[in-house]
């Protein structure tokens, strides 16, 4: 079966630092993998989605950046954070075909304060 | 464009009561739906969907919604109401074939009261 890991599960970062999260999917090939930003209140904001490795769209413009290094792991980062980038991110990640009826699972997030 | 609103963004009931969260969708295309739950601290975790086929489709915790073509909904409910069900639910909908996948509702915090 398939699995998706993320973290840390909780970060704590002061303000201009720098910001990775790790997600890695397993027991799949060539997913579709995408970070998404919860703001406390608030719905879900997808942030980048990527088809392959080294492809990454970005949905919404901003200090934060996605890489695709390998088929199954998805980083977001940030070379100086600000106190806007707090927030619940989660990773997830679909089949590459559409049979599956476009269904995202979803790792269990992290959560991120900048002070 | 698609789109998806939830009409309540916080809604309670009593335990044993009905449960009725609403969904309603603008898509240009027919679409596929879904209802996640998060409980919290965590991820979303899918209820169910609607591809094609039966507009009555079943989930899991005993959650089922119907798709409304003519009134473009797609509202969750559950019979009976166990306090375990108090979770945030976000309904979405995908255009076929789009690997940007899913357009969020805003949410609906479901309360259940002893």
């Known amino acids: 079966s398939q699995t998706i890991h993320q973290w840390p599960a909780t970060l704590v970062q002061p303000v201009g630092s720098p910001l990775s999260l790790e997600c890695t999917v397993e027991?799949?090939?060539?997913?579709?993998l995408y970070w998404y930003r919860q703001a406390a209140g608030r719905g879900l904001q997808l942030l980048f989605y990527?088809?392959?490795?080294?492809?990454i769209s970005s949905e919404v413009p901003q200090n934060l950046s996605a890489s695709r290094p390998q088929d199954r792991q998805f980083i977001l980062s940030s070379k100086k954070l600000l106190l806007s980038d707090s927030g619940f991110y989660l990773c997830?990640?679909?089949?590459?075909?559409?049979?599956?009826?476009?269904?995202?699972?979803f790792g269990e997030g992290s959560w991120l304060t900048v002070v | 464009a698609q789109s998806v609103t939830q009409l309540g963004s916080h809604v309670s009931v009593s335990e044993g009561a009905l449960v009725l969260l609403r969904c309603n969708y603008s898509?240009?295309?027919?679409?596929?739906l879904f209802w996640y739950v998060q409980y919290p601290n965590q991820g979303l975790q899918l209820l169910l969907k609607?591809?094609?086929?039966?507009?009555l489709v079943k989930g899991i915790n005993g959650f089922e919604a119907e798709f409304k073509k003519s009134e473009t909904s797609f509202h969750l409910t559950k019979p009976s109401a166990h306090m375990s069900d108090a979770a945030e639910y976000f309904c979405?909908?995908?255009?076929?074939?789009?690997?940007?996948?899913?357009?969020f509702g805003s949410g609906t915090q479901l309360t259940v009261l002893p």
């Open positions: 898509s240009s295309v027919p679409p596929y």
């Open positions: 990527s088809v392959g490795i080294g492809q």
């Open positions: 979405a909908v995908s255009d076929k074939g789009s690997a940007r996948q899913l357009t």
């Open positions: 609607y591809t094609t086929g039966a507009t």
């Open positions: 997830a990640w679909s089949s590459s075909g559409w049979s599956s009826g476009n269904t995202i699972y």
């Open positions: 027991g799949t090939s060539n997913p579709n």
